[in-house]
């Protein structure tokens, strides 16, 4: 045999680590990228348990996150106020992907004429695109005036 001795802390050269070759091949997983979008969503979307008339109920954080803005806007905040018109036009638009225009008491001006052609015919007068003066969300118009 040869001189060198096996034994604790010495083992044998075909056991022993190759120079050069990783002990550990693959290395260390790579940790993936948290996407805040879904931190931010998992977060609101946590129940919290909280009372409310007395008994005790549990909520999603961003449905009370939503009535505290409620009640700001009610109390007079107008910047809250505008902030809850916003997210209703936004979940509005969501619904179909357009904003809907409810139009009450419409007379047509001769008959069989549709609310498309009646906003045309309007926008035609006031020499404006017909879809320009619906498309912008209200709570922008109402932060011009």
């Known amino acids: 045999m040869s001189d060198y001795e096996i034994g604790y802390g010495k083992p044998p050269k075909a056991s022993q680590f190759k120079s050069g070759v990783s002990g550990n091949p693959r290395g260390r997983p790579k940790s993936e990228p948290s ?3 879904l931190v ?3 977060v609101l979307e946590s129940p919290i ?3 409310e008339g007395g008994e005790e109920k549990t909520t999603p954080a961003w ?3 939503l009535t505290a803005l409620v009640q700001r ?3 007079g905040d107008v910047d809250a106020a505008m902030t809850v018109l916003r997210l209703w036009i936004r979940a509005e ?3 179909t992907g357009k904003q809907r225009v409810v139009v009450e008491d419409w007379l047509p001006d001769y008959p069989g004429q549709t ?3 009646k906003t045309r015919d309007f926008a035609r007068k006031r ?6 003066w619906w498309s912008q969300p209200a709570a922008d118009r109402l932060s011009r005036d």
């Open 40 to 42: 931010i969503l998992g």
């Open 73 to 75: 806007g009610v109390r």
């Open 49 to 51: 348990r909280h009372r």
């Open 93 to 95: 638009r969501s619904k």
């Open 127 to 132: 020499n404006v695109a017909p879809t320009e």
């Open 35 to 37: 996407d805040l979008a």
């Open 115 to 117: 609310a498309e052609q």
């Open 63 to 65: 449905e009370l996150n």
